[in-house]
C-alpha cells in the first residue's frame, strides 16, 4: 500500500513555529482535509530534507535550469555529513552559490527543522488562499510538498 502526505516546510530550513501558531495551523489545515488520516505540526532534531519521494522527477539550477541529478547526489551526501547544518553550494554548471534549499526540485522539496504534515490528505491540490491562510497562522511563508512513498 502507498502513502500520500503533504509537508508545509518553513521557507526558512531552521525556523520553527511557537505552539500556539502550530495548533492554529492545524486547526485550519484540518477541515481542508477531511479524509486524512492525521494533520500535525511535526518537529524535527535537526534540518531534515522532506522530499516528493515517488513524485521526484529532477532537480534543476535556480538560475540557469541545467540538470543537476549527476551533481546533487555528492552535494547531498556532503551536506549530510555535518547534519545539513551548511546547505550552501555553488552550481557546477554555472558557477553560482546558492543552498540545496533552493535549487528547482520537481516536484517540489523543501529542508527544514519543521512542517505540517498531512498523512493521506485525499487531494492533490492547496489553492492560494487556503496556503496563505495557514502561513498567516504559523507565521512563515511556507513550501509545498507532495510526497508519494
Not at 488520516?37 to 515517488?54: C, L, P
Not at 547544518?85 to 523543501?110: E, F, I, M, Q
Amino acid at each position: 500500500m502507498s502513502d500520500n502526505y503533504l509537508h508545509l516546510v518553513p521557507s526558512d530550513p531552521r525556523w520553527q513555529p511557537d505552539a500556539a501558531a502550530a495548533e492554529k495551523a492545524v486547526e485550519i489545515a484540518r477541515p481542508l482535509f477531511p479524509q486524512a488520516e492525521h494533520v500535525s505540526v511535526e518537529y524535527k532534531e535537526g534540518v531534515t530534507f522532506f522530499d516528493a519521494g515517488a513524485n521526484t522527477e529532477s532537480i534543476h539550477c535556480a538560475f540557469c535550469g541545467s540538470d543537476l541529478e549527476d551533481w546533487w547526489g555528492g552535494a547531498m551526501d556532503e551536506a549530510a555529513a555535518s547534519d545539513f547544518t551548511d546547505l550552501a553550494v555553488v552550481t557546477p554548471c554555472c558557477g553560482k552559490s546558492t543552498s540545496l534549499n533552493d535549487l528547482r526540485y520537481v516536484w517540489p522539496a523543501a529542508f527544514g527543522t519543521c512542517a505540517l504534515t498531512v498523512v493521506n490528505p485525499a487531494a492533490t491540490s492547496l489553492d492560494a488562499d487556503q496556503l496563505q491562510g495557514i502561513e498567516q497562522a504559523i507565521g512563515s511563508p511556507l513550501r509545498v510538498v507532495w510526497q508519494h512513498l
